[in-house]
């Protein structure tokens, strides 16, 4: 199936509405056809992506919360992801698909890096920011994603100078990228391709990410 059935988003909105455990024990049957529906989905995606970049395996996420630590105690997520890791050390950055009823969208990038990666980043950025900026400021970049997004220190991280000529770029502490779909396009039968076509976008992306984290400041592989 290339495409989200409208009884997923259907049952998604129920499910938001009624998130306990005796409804969903209830509608148990129609979220078992929602999950192989999606797996199915998410199987054509993995076949496509393994034909452009190389996967390592696709992994669906459990409809089920964890709730021990949050202040939340809904059991169920109302919404339906799935995320494709990329193979060995030298691929870096990985792919997600959230699929939810008025807030679908592909997901991308580095949402923790830890702080030797970071830091890599950054020293890369503050020595030349160039190819970056020539990659997030790219036609297609821009129409695909709009933005780099993600959370930003407040004025400069230690050890760069609020006023240093990359200081836009220096101050992230996450790189996402993101690109919204409407339920519309979600239930389209060429939604795995705009999917596709969405996650081929990312790859400059994260082809320079690829390169600057596994080779240090002069350019020699450390993995």
């Known amino acids: 199936m290339t495409f989200i059935p409208p009884s997923t988003l259907a049952f998604l909105i129920d499910l938001s ?38 996967i390592d395996r696709l992994k669906v996420h459990r409809i089920y919360r964890d709730v021990r630590f ?33 807030n679908s969208f592909l997901g991308g990038g580095f949402w923790g890096p830890n702080k030797e990666d970071l830091g890599r980043i950054r020293q890369e950025i503050a020595f030349d920011a160039q190819s970056l900026r020539d990659i997030i400021n790219h036609e297609n970049f821009k129409k695909t994603f709009g933005e780099l997004k993600g959370d930003k220190v407040k004025t400069a991280p230690r050890g760069y100078a609020k006023d240093h000529e990359s200081i836009d770029l220096l101050r992230y502490k996450q790189f996402l990228l993101r690109q919204r779909f409407t339920d519309e396009e979600v239930t389209n039968p060429d939604f795995l391709e705009k999917v596709v076509n969405g996650l081929q976008a990312m790859r400059p992306f994260f082809n320079y990410m690829s390169d600057v984290l596994t080779t240090d400041e002069n350019g020699v592989l450390i993995v």
């Open 17 to 54: 509405i009624n998130n306990n455990r005796d409804w969903f024990a209830e509608n148990k049957p129609r979220y078992e056809t929602i999950k192989t529906n999606f797996k199915g989905f998410g199987n054509l995606l993995l076949e496509e992506m393994n034909k452009i970049d190389h």
């Open 70 to 102: 949050s202040k939340d105690k809904t059991p169920y997520r109302n919404y339906l992801g799935c995320s494709l890791l990329r193979a060995t050390k030298l691929l870096r950055g990985g792919y997600y698909l959230h699929i939810e009823s008025g």
